[in-house]
């Protein structure tokens, strides 16, 4: 008996050893901290202000929302503001954005409206500091180029920012090369994802976490259904800085704010932040 449960003391040692957090200081935490974010900017449902366009990161800066957006690099090595890494549902294009220039993709309009998508650099010019950026760098075959290009970009920035990713390469790719970030790792439950075709062991190791051996993120963006997440959880307990992503006004609850210390949210109008005694 008392073997197996020093065998089950150091099964849970190992398992904190592998999802163990950094802790981001006080001043990285302070603009983050009780904020509502706005998913792609503050777009409308109906994309007559498309998502990661210009106009929507200026409604959310007049909102004084923070700002999520998404980061891709073109086929000419400009930083592209997107999300897909296909243009068609956004433009219509049966293309992926890394075959394009910078120049293609400004033949093409987003969600039928007179908008384009924008390069991050006017992204960074319009925000100027006025609220704090949420930055996603997608996964791509050549992440670490995409992760060189943004920082070159953002450390020449003065306004408040935290870096985050899916692929937890370009959260270690941070960790070695930009300690100084604010780093985060986004994350669901993979295994109730019916678009993830992870094998098994990918899926888990993805849902629990376990990479953080690698990353040691300071925040960790957790997708809001999946909150109880048990390794979520304990990363807020040893001092991960706990985000959550994306509520959306179907499924708003009535106290979105328990347990998370900045939401991403989008098609609703919250307050700018919120108390702490919500949570």
């Known amino acids: 008996?008392?073997?197996?449960?020093?065998?089950?003391?150091?099964?849970?040692?190992?398992?904190?050893?592998?999802?163990?957090?950094?802790?981001?200081?006080?001043?990285?935490?302070?603009?983050?901290?009780?904020?509502?974010?706005?998913?792609?900017?503050?777009?409308?449902?109906?994309?007559?202000?498309?998502?990661?366009?210009?106009?929507?990161?200026?409604?959310?800066?007049?909102?004084?929302?923070?700002?999520?957006?998404?980061?891709?690099?073109?086929?000419?090595?400009?930083?592209?503001?997107?999300h897909d890494d296909g243009l068609l549902r956004m433009c219509r294009v049966d293309k992926p954005l890394g075959a394009c220039t910078f120049g293609e993709l400004q033949t093409y309009p987003l969600a039928s409206t007179e908008e384009r998508i924008p390069l991050f650099t006017q992204v960074l010019a319009l925000v100027d500091?006025?609220?704090?950026?949420?930055?996603?760098?997608?996964?791509?075959?050549?992440?670490?180029?995409?992760?060189?290009?943004?920082?070159?970009?953002?450390?020449?920035?003065?306004?408040?920012?935290?870096?985050?990713?899916?692929?937890?390469?370009?959260?270690?790719?941070?960790?070695?090369?930009?300690?100084?970030?604010?780093?985060?790792?986004?994350?669901?439950n993979y295994r109730k994802d019916p678009n993830c075709n992870f094998p098994l062991p990918a899926k888990l190791a993805g849902s629990y976490l376990l990479s953080n051996l690698l990353t040691r993120p300071h925040f960790i963006a957790y997708h809001y259904p999946d909150r109880r997440n048990l390794s979520f959880r304990l990363c807020r307990a040893l001092g991960a800085f706990p985000v959550a992503w994306t509520l959306r006004p179907a499924d708003w609850p009535s106290q979105p704010e328990q347990g998370f210390d900045c939401l991403i949210f989008e098609h609703d109008a919250p307050p700018v932040r919120y108390a702490k005694g919500a949570r």
């Open 1 to 82: 008996m008392w073997i197996f449960l020093l065998i089950l003391l150091l099964l849970f040692a190992l398992y904190l050893f592998l999802i163990w957090p950094a802790r981001p200081t006080p001043v990285q935490r302070a603009p983050f901290l009780y904020r509502y974010c706005a998913h792609r900017g503050y777009y409308t449902q109906d994309q007559s202000v498309p998502e990661n366009s210009l106009p929507a990161f200026q409604r959310a800066v007049e909102a004084g929302y923070g700002i999520e957006l998404d980061l891709q690099l073109t086929k000419d090595g400009q930083v592209a503001v997107f």
């Open 129 to 188: 500091g006025q609220v704090p950026l949420i930055v996603e760098l997608k996964s791509t075959r050549d992440y670490a180029a995409l992760c060189q290009a943004a920082c070159q970009l953002l450390d020449s920035y003065e306004g408040d920012f935290c870096v985050e990713s899916f692929d937890p390469r370009i959260v270690a790719w941070l960790r070695k090369n930009r300690p100084h970030y604010m780093r985060g790792q986004l994350c669901e």
